[in-house]
């Protein structure tokens, strides 16, 4: 039991549906086989929603810290001493307050490495923001926190995996935030995240172009002959087995994408409203190329549904299985790596590549 991986989950805006998933996610008997969660958050507010969606018989095992969490129960950890009062589907100072209180400790159990993985509820990105938060999400907060260069947001599903050049950032800024650089550092981190967290052998990546029609041979752009098809060269002679420009509707309309392990589009409408028409309610937002590991559901706080027992926990659910895939591939990745050392042998990169080479 003791090997057993630890789940931390924040709460999200306190007024919105990210209580209503968790509590859904976690009266799931079945997520504790595979995992240990701990809640950060109150118990009052948690007894709040718990009244709300009428799941009397639910109740949370309150520990103190992370070390004392039980293996078999949903842990909660209080973060805050005080009462809030809970204005459900309104989005104000309260929600944002709570919602990084939650976030703070979370993220430092996680970065002292006292819990295996996060995975975020959703949070208000307008009302969140403090002295201590002034970040455009998740995904920039947690990169600063756990001192890392960069970070690839990356949709993931069963059937579809999509990550971003630029993510959270008007569309006006999008052409002059894409550097040759900048996509083959995305493409890198996105294929040794195919092989790390996902064990998928040979990654094969699509490219997206920025333009209509891939930049139509220059006519409607040049992004795509003088920035993105010198980048996937230059990926590719890096051992990245990536292809492209295509033009995004095509590719999406066509089903271009069920042939590849992922796809790199150049900012984030152009990734994620394809992924949300394919994967809307099993999508899982992933934080690639950090040191930690979080994983989010693919929605929003959800004010409209907020106390109304209408949120679909389907995505948090996938969400906390995601992270726990991904810590059991590294672990078992580190073991392989351990023991290839023991042996004498070559160190070989990949989990994957060691599988490959057993066989």
């Not at 976690?26 to 009428?54: F, M, Q, W």
């Not at 292809?243 to 309309?253: E, K, L, N, R, V």
Request: proline letters at 4%.
């Amino acid at each position: 039991m003791s090997n057993k991986i630890k789940i931390g989950i924040s709460i999200g805006d306190v007024n919105g549906i990210g209580l209503e998933v968790i509590l859904k996610t976690l009266s799931e008997n079945r997520i504790l086989d595979y995992c240990t969660p701990i809640v950060y958050g109150h118990t009052k507010v948690a007894s709040y929603h718990r009244k709300a969606l009428g799941l009397s018989d639910f109740v949370f095992n309150v520990i103190n810290s992370a070390d004392a969490a039980n293996p078999k129960k949903a842990n909660l950890i209080n973060c805050w001493e005080e009462d809030v009062k809970i204005d459900l589907g309104v989005s104000n100072e309260t929600g944002g307050k709570y919602a990084l209180l939650s976030l703070e400790k979370a993220t430092d159990d996680l970065i002292n490495g006292n819990i295996d993985a996060l995975v975020t509820a959703p949070i208000n990105k307008h009302n969140i923001q403090s002295d201590t938060f002034n970040f455009p999400g998740h995904t920039e907060y947690l990169q600063e926190r756990s001192g890392s260069d960069d970070v690839l947001m990356f949709l993931i599903s069963e059937d579809i995996r999509v990550g971003v050049v630029t993510g959270h950032i008007p569309i006006t800024e999008v052409s002059s935030s894409i550097t040759k650089d900048k996509i083959v550092k995305k493409l890198v981190m996105m294929n040794e995240s195919l092989k790390k967290d996902f064990w998928v052998e040979k990654p094969k990546i699509a490219v997206l172009g920025l333009n209509p029609h891939a930049g139509d041979n220059g006519l409607l752009g040049k992004e795509e002959a003088d920035i993105i098809a010198p980048a996937i060269q230059e990926a590719f002679d890096k051992g990245v087995i990536c292809f492209g420009p295509y033009p995004a509707d095509g590719f999406f309309g066509n089903g271009g994408y069920k042939q590849f392990d992922a796809v790199l589009a150049m900012y984030h409408d152009q990734g994620l409203i394809p992924f949300k028409t394919i994967a809307f309610s099993t999508g899982v937002n992933y934080s690639a190329g950090l040191k930690i590991i979080r994983t989010s559901p693919d929605h929003g706080t959800g004010y409209d549904i907020a106390g109304k027992n209408l949120a679909d926990p389907t995505s948090f659910i996938e969400a906390v299985f995601a992270a726990t895939h991904i810590v059991k591939n590294r672990r078992e990745q580190e073991e392989l790596l351990k023991n290839q050392l023991r042996s004498g042998g070559k160190i070989i990169e990949t989990a994957a590549d060691m599988k490959d080479d057993a066989n």
